[in-house]
């Protein structure tokens, strides 16, 4: 088999399922009989894919790498298709044996294409025409993301965050032994501030990388300290494009979105550590973790379904209005609800998904499946699944955990709630599975597929089997910004007595799965936050 780094090798050779034209649908060529082979190469300058089976190429599968795009249509399935002008689009159709054979392709289809279009840089990266944040985003959605964060106020909004802000700062500052005399890439600078804390922290030198307009504020706020700015170059552009004349030895940024990955700028975050990061470099932050619990909040669900009671008027001006309700209904609970909620109401301890980021690949955050199991601590009507997350700073002298987790002071982020439309009835004691599976797109987030299942209960239960079963599809990009501040949920209130969650009511969680401090601040009651809120 060839290999696939660049211009020093002359091709590549992938083995396929089976490969197709389609506008030849009888002409299938399978792997059978003889192997097919999918061969990538390089031949006078230009990056080219061919099949052959046998020794002999296939006529008329041959696809231009610089004028084509790869579309996966299922976990063995893809599609490339030409999008040459001069020529009416043609597609092939290739079939693959196993998952980890798709995803080589895809990978040596995305470095050859790559190839074709750019040219190589004094680090050995690569500069191309049109980069790969440019392909795997929407240009309308990358243009308002950089005009967001490019305003001044929303860059207040952030630092106005103490909680976020302050962990940052006492990460850095607490861990001096990790910066003084290093270099620091600062990944999506925004207003500097990072960078900023890193030369306060004895930084050598500091690359603040930022691609809206803000970098032109952060030159200007880094000249404004010259002691510190002396040590700091402000770059204009993506991480993904910008050159630096050296490596680094530690990364700071500040990647989270919603739901930890909304925003998709952690893929950013793993790119500039393959990029620019030394070996064995630091990463502030080093481990996120997603954590989930399935909770019950039966004001929140009326208020949603209360929503929809627009569509049921039969006579408005005239107007039957009833026939869109069942859509209405449905899109106000696509929609995830960004609030700060009591931690009371959650049903059971909460589980995690932990994403390493000096191991993960830009890949695996395409899609995230996490498994969901939980055993009930109250019997009660199960409205959804509440997320949150936290980051660590794993310095050398000192590890800072930045958390969101309800009961915890707020933060600009919040937690989310995905809620059900058809809620399920769980025992004390029962137990509930799922699944959280959540698919990137192209407009820089998520699409969610949240399942959830209440297993039998009492009588027949050794049979196994599964009595309700509950999913909903959400947009993580299209939240319900709800923000209210966690209500005193007392028993004078609405709800039954068996829906009121107390602190004492939830199992302690296992302390590898919360720190110390995180696991206090859930089991505490929740106080008024409002100085804390920001929006």
């Not at 890439?185 to 030369?199: E, H």
């Not at 955990?401 to 769980?426: D, E, F, K, M, N």
Request: hydrophobic content about 35%.
């Amino acid at each position: 088999m060839g290999d696939s780094t660049g211009h020093k090798h002359k091709h590549l050779e992938l083995t396929l399922a089976a490969v197709s034209e389609l506008s030849s649908s009888s002409s299938v060529y399978s792997s059978s009989s003889t192997p097919v082979i999918a061969r990538f190469s390089a031949d006078d300058g230009v990056a080219a894919l061919r099949f052959h089976q046998g020794s002999e190429f296939i006529d008329g599968l041959n696809v231009d790498l610089g004028t084509s795009q790869l579309f996966k249509l299922g976990p063995l399935q893809s599609l490339c298709v030409s999008e040459s002008a001069d020529t009416n689009k043609e597609g092939v159709s290739i079939q693959f044996r196993n998952e980890e054979e798709s995803r080589d392709f895809h990978s040596a289809f995305e470095q050859w294409q790559m190839e074709s279009k750019g040219t190589h840089l004094p680090n050995g990266d690569i500069s191309v025409s049109k980069s790969k944040f440019d392909n795997k985003i929407e240009s309308s959605s990358a243009k308002m993301y950089f005009h967001y964060y490019g305003q001044l106020l929303h860059q207040q909004n952030m630092l106005q965050d103490y909680v976020r802000t302050g962990t940052y700062y006492a990460a850095v500052i607490e861990n001096r032994v990790d910066f003084t005399g290093r270099v620091v890439v600062d990944v999506g600078a925004g207003s500097g501030i990072l960078s900023l804390f890193a030369a306060q922290a004895g930084a050598k030198h500091v690359y603040a990388v930022e691609a809206s307009e803000m970098a032109d504020y952060a030159r200007k706020l880094i000249t404004g300290n010259p002691t510190l700015g002396q040590r700091i170059t402000v770059i204009k552009g993506k991480v993904e494009e910008v050159e630096l004349p050296e490596k680094a030895d530690i990364l700071i940024s500040e990647p989270m979105g919603t739901l930890l990955v909304n925003e998709r700028m952690l893929e950013s975050y793993i790119i500039a550590r393959d990029r620019f990061l030394v070996p064995n470099g630091k990463m502030f932050p080093s481990t996120g973790r997603i954590h989930m619990a399935p909770f019950s909040d039966e004001y929140l669900f009326v208020e949603i379904a209360n929503k929809a009671l627009f569509w049921q008027q039969q006579d408005y001006y005239g107007v039957d209005l009833t026939p869109l309700y069942g859509s209405a209904f449905q899109g106000y609970f696509s929609q995830p609800v960004v609030d700060a909620f009591d931690p009371r109401l959650l049903v059971c301890p909460p589980m995690c998904h932990v994403l390493n980021f000096n191991e993960i690949k830009e890949e695996d955050l395409y899609e995230i499946d996490i498994p969901l199991k939980f055993t009930a601590s109250v019997g009660t009507r199960v409205h959804g699944l509440a997320c949150w997350f936290d980051v660590l700073f794993n310095g050398s002298t000192v590890q800072r955990w930045l958390t969101t987790a309800p009961g915890a002071p707020t933060t600009h982020w919040y937690q989310i709630r995905c809620v059900l439309s058809q809620p399920i009835y769980v025992m004390a004691g029962q137990e509930i599975t799922g699944r959280l599976h959540m698919i990137a797109h192209n407009a820089q987030s998520y699409t969610i597929y949240l399942a959830l299942s209440a297993k039998m209960w009492g009588p027949g239960a050794e049979q196994g089997g599964i009595i309700q079963t509950s999913s909903c599809k959400l947009d993580l990009k299209e939240p319900y910004y709800r923000m209210s501040q966690p209500q005193p949920y007392t028993t004078a209130q609405d709800q039954q007595p068996h829906q009121l969650l107390q602190a004492q009511d939830i199992p302690p969680i296992h302390t590898e799965d919360l720190d110390l401090e995180e696991l206090e601040l859930l089991q505490q009651p929740s106080e008024p936050l409002g100085a804390q809120q920001h929006q």
